[in-house]
């Protein structure tokens, strides 16, 4: 994965990822909790009653925030944007998972400083 100092949202190869951004969406306590939680989910989100396969329902996120669905959802589609998370469908249900890649390669970057 190449990193890049640009705008994310100018197509590329899709096998980019923007360094600053990520810096950005991570300046948000609530957004790195959220990304701590997904780490391991069964342990923050025991009442999920479907697999974890398919990541975290977007409903037990915001359960777990205690903040309004809109806001939540607002700050999973910053993670989103920046591919820090990936969205499932599920019937009516959406679910998040963590992109493991991303997140590798973020952390190698910055251990290249």
Do not use: Y
């Amino acid at each position: 994965m190449r990193l890049r100092r640009t705008n994310p949202f100018v197509s590329g190869t899709g096998n980019e990822m923007d360094i600053d951004t990520i810096h950005k969406a991570l300046a948000n306590p609530l957004r790195r909790e959220i990304l701590e939680w997904r780490k391991e989910p069964e342990q923050h989100f025991p009442d999920q009653e479907l697999p974890w396969l398919h990541g975290v329902c977007a409903g037990q996120i915001d359960g777990r925030c205690g903040m309004s669905q809109s806001t939540v959802s607002a700050h999973l589609a910053t993670l989103h944007k920046v591919g820090l998370i990936s969205t499932k469908r599920v019937r009516q249900w959406v679910f998040f998972k963590r992109d493991e890649a991303v997140i590798q390669a973020f952390g190698d970057s910055i251990g290249n400083l």
